[in-house]
């Protein structure tokens, strides 16, 4: 499905997919089958944002920024960070396996298969944390041009 998405795109349209629905099943000969599977939305669509060559992908999620110490009373928003800095707030067990982590493993997955930055905010805010004004940008290296940009939603 890759060619037909990556045509939908370049033709300027808004494509919906990678959203944790749909019937898992695999490809034997011929032949496809269904599987008991979890998807993770997150890893499938920094997957897609890969293949599909975008230079920005864009997670939506239901917070405004990434925090760290996130519902403590010293939580911190970050506004922008680079690849190896987010590596490193994993390691520290910043984030929520839950909710945050899947966002920021993906992003890093992003990041070091060819991406150039990925911008986190809340539905309300994304057009403004494109333009860096809102949201918490992560990026590593590479030019400013967008090729594309792969917008991924969720929850939480």
């Not at 890759?2 to 019937?23: K, P």
């Not at 929520?96 to 986190?120: N, Q, T, Y």
Request: hydrophobic letters at 40%; proline letters at 3%.
């Amino acid at each position: 499905e890759l060619e037909s998405i990556r045509t939908l795109v370049n033709a300027g349209q808004i494509v919906i997919c990678a959203g944790g629905g749909g019937i898992p099943v695999v490809r034997e000969g011929y032949k496809v089958r269904g599987v008991a599977a979890v998807i993770d939305k997150d890893h499938v669509s920094a997957l897609l944002a890969t293949r599909l060559e975008a230079d920005t992908y864009v997670i939506s999620t239901s917070v405004p920024e990434v925090y760290v110490n996130f519902g403590k009373p010293d939580q911190k928003s970050i506004r922008s960070a680079t690849l190896e800095e987010m590596e490193r707030f994993v390691y520290q067990g910043e984030f929520a396996a839950g909710s945050m982590l899947p966002k920021i493993r993906a992003s890093i997955g992003f990041l070091k298969h060819g991406g150039e930055r990925v911008v986190i905010s809340s539905p309300g805010n994304l057009l403004q944390a494109l333009d860096g004004e809102a949201g918490t940008t992560i990026v590593h290296g590479g030019s400013s041009i967008q090729k594309s940009m792969l917008l991924s939603g969720s929850e939480s």
